[in-house]
């Protein structure tokens, strides 16, 4: 760590939180099914959807065996588990998603 950083910008930042909800999608026993590859790409298509909404504000694609990806959802909780239950590769059974809450901090965003 080289940015010496003082119990007060803690305490700023930490005012600055805000609900958000995780997604974590991880592949499932049908992953190989026939149709796969359509399914995924109706899957890839609500994704988007979604973010170009602005329902997802991170989108992060995994490339792993186990986690297909995980995203940032602007919803509560149980409304993202209700958004998510309707995915595509979820409904397949392709995808398992857990849905946590989480806080983050407005502003933030992945480098360029």
């Not at 991170?58 to 995203?71: D, F, H, M, Q």
Request: hydrophobic content about 40%.
């Amino acid at each position: 760590m080289s940015a010496e950083v003082t119990d007060e910008q803690i305490q700023a930042l930490a005012a600055t939180a805000r609900p958000y909800s995780l997604a974590q999608l991880r592949w499932g026993p049908k992953r190989h099914q026939d149709g796969a590859d359509a399914i995924e790409l109706e899957h890839q298509r609500r994704m988007v959807s979604l973010r170009a909404d602005g329902v997802i504000a991170i989108l992060c694609p995994v490339v792993s065996e186990n986690l297909a990806g995980v995203a940032i959802l602007t919803e509560p909780p149980e409304q993202a588990e209700q958004t998510m239950a309707a995915d595509p590769c979820v409904r397949a059974g392709m995808m398992t998603c857990e849905v946590l809450p989480c806080l983050g901090f407005p502003g933030d965003s992945l480098p360029g």
